[in-house]
């Protein structure tokens, strides 16, 4: 098992979300998300998803990107489950 990746509270990164793996991420929080993904992928991929993730209180938890999917809130659960298999 490969080792987790540590967030300290208050953390935040960008991450890039894609068949159940974190596929990109980023600790460059200047970089808005459609930047991130211009960088990383160019277009953000079918089926991939794309936030910001942070850690409060002791847990990481993903947020959605406003600029992609008009809305900002808690990340879907499976998402959420990528990103916890790889930062604590």
């Known amino acids: 098992m490969n080792e987790k990746i540590q ?6 990164i960008l991450v890039m979300v894609q068949d159940g793996k974190v596929s990109h991420y980023s600790w460059n929080m200047g970089l808005p998300h459609v930047e991130f993904v211009r960088r990383k992928t160019r277009t953000l991929p079918d089926g991939a998803w ?5 850690k409060l209180d002791g847990e990481v938890m993903g947020i959605t990107s406003k600029y992609f999917y008009d809305y900002q809130m808690p990340a879907p659960p499976e998402v959420n489950s990528a990103i916890r298999d790889l930062f604590e």
């Open 50 to 54: 794309v936030g910001t993730v942070s």
């Open 7 to 12: 967030m300290h509270d208050g953390d935040a």
